[in-house]
Structure formats: C-alpha cells, structure tokens
C-alpha cells in the first residue's frame, strides 16, 4: 500500500513540475509581423525570375499582335507597385517594376490602390496566370476579353485567382518614397529597343508644355478618354502625337480639370500603344513645375547661365539664354558664316559677368553675310540659344543661334 501512495505521489510531482516548467519558461520576444489579410500568405519565394528576363522568355508572344499565352512553369517574380488606380486615371491595373523592367498586371477589381499602394513589393506567382500584350504592351493578366472580330486576347485576372497569386512582402512598411523615376530620354524617342527596355516604367519627362492648355481645355472632357499632345519646351517644337501623347481616362477624378498652362516636368506610366509611346499620370501630383529659366518664353539671364555653368549643372542640352552685346568678337561670313560675340546683363564688360556667345548662327541657323552681320553692334540685346559650358575658363554658350535681336 505503501508502494502505491509513493508512486502516485511522484506521478504528482512531475506533473506539477511539467505544469511549472510550462508557466516559467522563458518569454517569446520575438516580434512577428503579422499577416496581410489580402493575397496568399503561404506563397514562399521559388524560382524567382527577373521581369526582363520573363519578357525575354515570352518576347514571340509579347511581340505578337494582341498574343497571349499560359505560363506553365513554376516561376515567380518580386517587384515593386509603381502605379495604381488611387485616381482612376489607371483602371483595373497596377504596374510593377525591378531593376531590371517593368510589367503591367490587369486585375479584374477595384479598389487596388487600398491594399497595393505605391511602393509595396509583391511576390506573384504566374504559373497558371497568363501573358502577353494588348497593342505590344507587355501585360499579365487573364483571358477574358473578346476583341472586335469575336476572338479571345489578353484580359484581366478574376479576383479570386489573383488573391491565391500574390502575397503582400513586410506589410505595413510600403514606402512610396523609395520609387524613384527614370528620366525619359527624348532623344530615343523612336528608338524601338529603347522602348521594349523601358516599356512600363514610372518615368519623368522633363520641360514640356501641354499643347491644348489655354485656361479653359480640361484633361478628358465629356467623360472621353483623350490623348493631349505636348511641347518640348527648350525647342519649342510639337512633340508629334504618332511617336508620344499623354493618355487620359474620362473616368478619372481630374477629367473636368483644367489642363495646367506652363513648363512641367510629367512622371507617369510610361505605356505604349504600339509604336506610341503613351504617358499615364497617376494623379495630378505627377505634374511638377520644371525649373524656370532657359527655355524659349523665359531664357536665363547672364548671371542664371553664369551660374549654371559654375555650379557644374549647365549638363549638354540646347539651352536659351539673353543678354546685351557688350563687344563683337569675329564674324565670319566665308565659309563657316558664324560669328563670336560677348553679353552681359548691363551692356557692360565686367569681368565674371559676361558670356561668350561662341560660333553663334544668325536667326534660322543661316549664316552671316557681309550684309547681315551689321545687326550685331555692341547695345543690341539678343536672344541665343545653345549649350552652356566652361572652356578652358572662358564662359560659353555654343553651337546655336541668334533667337532676336532689337
């Protein structure tokens, strides 16, 4: 009996010593993060690709006429939102983007700026989703959409595939901030391989004008998706609307706004529509005032140009600058027919105050004549254009033309 009493009293005490050890075990401090209630949290990073790389594997695809294909391997890739539909300028869509490209996604939802702000990274699983493009742009997405002549061609993802597909990474710490535009380059504006590589990006295009903004033309009016044509600024040239546009959504909370008069610098998705290359702001806030001065309604003065130049900023792009003509260095009206002068502000050579005015061409590119040259007589003040730099210590402003002169 004894025997008995002792052994349910040790099986007493380890129960209470398990019981014990459980209460006073050492705290779980570490910090965990929790869940996003959107997406597929179980996705695990596997076979991650770059997004050029999943362009080059479906480029005969991309590259067709309004082509789709499944993706059937298992492959994912990381990225980052870029754009979203928070004014509903974009519609059913977001874009991503990696170091190395970026992609469109069509969602059959609304409502995604709320749980895919800009700045959020996404792991996105397309095995089972589709890709290809709409106008040679590249997307992922779905097939559900009959094109004109009845066929199926690239559609949008159903909400309920595109939430097993995707999974939210470190929810919560979307940071906006971090997505920082590439600057369009204008000079590639035709270049085919320069539009397959950056197809999709968020993008800024520098010193341009709306070429309908008049104080009274709105961005998409009647409820119509428009198409508004834009100004080089420094050139003042009409950016042909075969080759660029700016593309608006008569559904989006700016349409009745007044398209902005001035030089802005545009930061938008950068979308095509075939060979067109189609700028999709997200909001208004993608407009920014470009910097003043140096283009052709408001050139720098002597002292802005001066500046530039010290400061190290003056870069190699076609510039206009205005002055008065202090002194009338050469004037060559043989073969070259160009001609050198000096400007300042005042009419006055002051050392560090004035710029040379290096090889200039009189109005139109023409060359100077020994009847023309006669105009330029120090007093006249002149517009020029050209590039600004410093040249072995002398202040330039080179390889242009004379503007005005009165």
Same mark, same amino acid.
């Given at each position: ?22 209460? $006073? ?32 594997? =479906? ?5 067709? *006429? ?24 974009? $519609?059913?869509?977001? &874009? ?33 989703? $589709? ?78 004008? =709306? ?28 950016? &042909? ?12 909370? =700016? ?17 095509? $529509? ?66 050198? =002068?000096?400007?300042?502000? *005042?009419?006055? *050579? ?57």
């Amino acid at each position: 009996m004894k025997k008995i009493k002792f052994i349910a009293l040790a099986f007493l005490a380890l129960t209470l010593g398990s019981c014990m050890g459980d209460g $006073y075990a050492d705290p779980d401090l570490t910090e965990k993060v929790p869940a996003s209630p959107w997406g597929n949290n179980s996705l695990r990073e596997k076979n991650v690709i770059s997004i050029a790389d999943l362009k080059t594997q =479906f480029a005969t695809v991309i590259n067709s *006429d309004n082509g789709y294909k499944q993706i059937e391997k298992d492959m994912m890739i990381k990225a980052v939102v870029t754009g979203n539909d928070v004014s509903g300028n974009i $519609y059913n869509q977001v &874009s991503v983007q990696d170091a190395s490209g970026a992609i469109i996604i069509a969602i059959n939802g609304s409502g995604l700026s709320g749980y895919l702000p800009v700045g959020q990274e996404i792991l996105v699983n397309l095995k089972g989703l $589709y890709i290809g493009s709409y106008k040679k742009l590249p997307q992922i997405g779905g097939v559900n959409t009959k094109l004109s002549d009845g066929s199926l061609g690239m559609g949008k993802i159903e909400r309920a595939i595109w939430n097993e597909h995707f999974k939210i990474l470190n929810p919560g710490e979307a940071d906006a901030s971090t997505v920082v535009p590439e600057e369009f380059d204008l000079t590639k504006l035709t270049d085919a391989a320069y539009m397959d590589a950056n197809v999709g990006k968020l993008m800024t295009l520098k010193k341009v004008k =709306f070429a309908s903004a008049n104080g009274t033309n709105v961005w998409a009016p009647d409820d119509t998706n428009t198409s508004l044509e834009l100004i080089d600024a420094e050139t003042g040239k009409k950016i &042909s609307s075969s080759n660029l546009v700016v593309r608006n959504s008569g559904y989006s909370k =700016f349409a009745n706004e007044v398209v902005p008069q001035g030089v802005f610098n545009i930061t938008g998705i950068f979308t095509r $529509y075939n060979n067109t290359w189609q700028i999709v702001i997200r909001s208004t806030d993608d407009l920014k005032a470009s910097e003043t001065g140096g283009t052709l309604e408001k050139p720098y003065t002597v002292a802005q140009a001066l500046e530039k130049i010290n400061a190290g900023t003056a870069g190699d792009a076609k510039v206009y600058a205005t002055g008065i003509i202090v002194k009338v260095k050469d004037v060559d009206t043989g073969k070259y027919g160009n001609g050198t =002068f000096v400007i300042s502000d *005042d009419g006055k *050579d002051t050392e560090g105050k004035t710029l040379e005015v290096f090889r200039c061409f009189n109005i139109d590119g023409a060359k100077w004549t020994e009847e023309t040259k006669g105009i330029l007589v120090p007093g006249k003040k002149v517009v020029v254009s050209g590039t600004l730099l410093d040249y072995n210590g002398t202040k330039e402003i080179k390889g242009g033309n004379l503007i005005s002169i009165k």
